[in-house]
């Protein structure tokens, strides 16, 4: 149940660890780069999807719709290919498919609850969150920059082994997952 429900959030997205470690650069490049996404307060963007899956033979291709508001509303509208809607919002977790809604609270979903985190801490401009779950580092500058996130706890990275988000400015372009299984999405932002 954990593995399928990461994959539907994931578009087929983690508990938190007492401790974290930032690989700090310049002026921490990594706390530079979460500020400017937490700037924006809403935001609507096309997305392109490709999930590679050990499983199969070719990679899942699906797009929509991905809509941000401060301070914790997230949502993944897919059109195609089957529409499908994935809303984040406080601590519950939204599926509807089909004419049915399912809710799920994070409390009772830990690798939820690190989704969660994964996918609107940057977008909030929460670096505390952030360092709580991952060691972060950050390369380039803010024209042009990549923000690197493994899970710091035991049970995260039997799921996720990286997360990274690269992009310009406060504008997030791309996320890859790489699943500890080999699985990986990627998700292209249009702007």
């Not at 983690?14 to 996404?37: K, M, N, W």
């Not at 797009?63 to 809607?85: A, C, N, V, W, Y």
């Not at 920059?145 to 988000?165: I, N």
Request: glycine share 8%; with cysteine; proline share 5%.
């Amino acid at each position: 149940m954990k593995r399928l429900a990461f994959l539907l959030l994931c578009g087929g997205f983690f508990v938190a660890a007492p401790s974290a470690r930032c690989e700090e650069g310049p002026a921490d490049l990594a706390a530079q780069i979460v500020t400017h996404l937490g700037s924006v307060p809403e935001r609507t963007e096309h997305f392109h999807e490709t999930r590679e899956l050990g499983a199969l033979t070719h990679p899942l291709l699906s797009s929509g719709m991905l809509i941000f508001r401060h301070p914790d509303f997230l949502e993944k509208e897919t059109l195609l290919p089957q529409p499908e809607t994935l809303a984040i919002e406080g601590d519950t977790v939204s599926v509807q498919r089909g004419g049915h809604v399912r809710h799920i609270l994070l409390a009772q979903n830990p690798a939820l609850a690190l989704l969660a985190t994964t996918l609107r801490a940057p977008l909030a401009g929460n670096m505390a969150a952030l360092r709580q779950a991952y060691t972060v580092s950050a390369q380039g500058d803010m024209g042009g920059w990549t923000l690197t996130m493994t899970p710091l706890s035991e049970q995260a990275h039997k799921m996720v082994r990286q997360v990274v988000l690269a992009g310009r400015n406060n504008a997030v372009e791309c996320l890859k997952i790489l699943q500890a299984n080999g699985d990986r999405q990627t998700l292209m932002i249009d702007h």
